[in-house]
Structures are given as structure tokens and as C-alpha cells.
């Protein structure tokens, strides 16, 4: 992480791409990595199960490439510290 970003805000590492696969309205979507190891290994976008979204701001550090994690892809709970909040079948959290 970069210490001009906000938590959950990154810069991709060198060598790394980061895709959104099928954003929403908001720019949310999927988090694809694509990053090549040297001869004969690589890894294509490989779905890596976080959701999250571009921003168009130039950080402070001169990188222009930010992305935001904002969640897990798939799953039906969230777990705070000492609580877990479970989907109900409305489809809301409680």
C-alpha cells in the first residue's frame, strides 16, 4: 500500500495487471490479476474472489493506476471482529 491512499486503496505492484471484469454502475466488479513469471509461466486473469473499482485520481506518490478493494466476491456473511452478519432471505443483512 501506498501511504498517500486511503485503506483498502492500492497501486499495482510493477509487472502486475489489474482488471475490473464486468463493472456495474458503479465501476464495481470482479478484481482479474495478470501477471507474467518468466519463460514458460504466467498467470492470466485469475480471478482472485475480491470485488473492486478504478479511480481516476493522480496519488500524491505520482502513480496514476489506483484501485480500491471494496469486498469479497461470493460470499453471503460478512465477519466483523467478535460478530459475523449473515444474508437473511430478503436478501439485507442482519
Known amino acids: ?10 497501486h499495482p505492484h510493477d509487472g502486475v495487471t489489474v482488471e475490473i471484469d464486468c463493472p456495474d454502475e458503479t465501476g464495481i466488479g470482479d478484481i482479474l490479476i495478470s501477471k507474467n513469471f518468466g519463460r514458460d509461466i504466467s498467470i492470466e486473469r485469475y480471478r482472485i474472489g475480491d470485488l473492486g473499482r478504478f479511480h481516476t485520481i493522480e496519488c500524491e506518490c505520482g502513480e496514476k493506476s489506483t484501485f480500491e478493494v471494496v469486498g469479497k466476491s461470493g460470499h453471503d456473511y460478512i465477519k466483523l471482529t467478535g460478530a459475523i452478519l449473515r ?5 439485507g443483512f442482519g
Open 87 to 91: 444474508r437473511e432471505r430478503d436478501g
Open 1 to 10: 500500500p501506498c501511504g498517500y491512499l486511503p485503506p483498502n486503496y492500492y
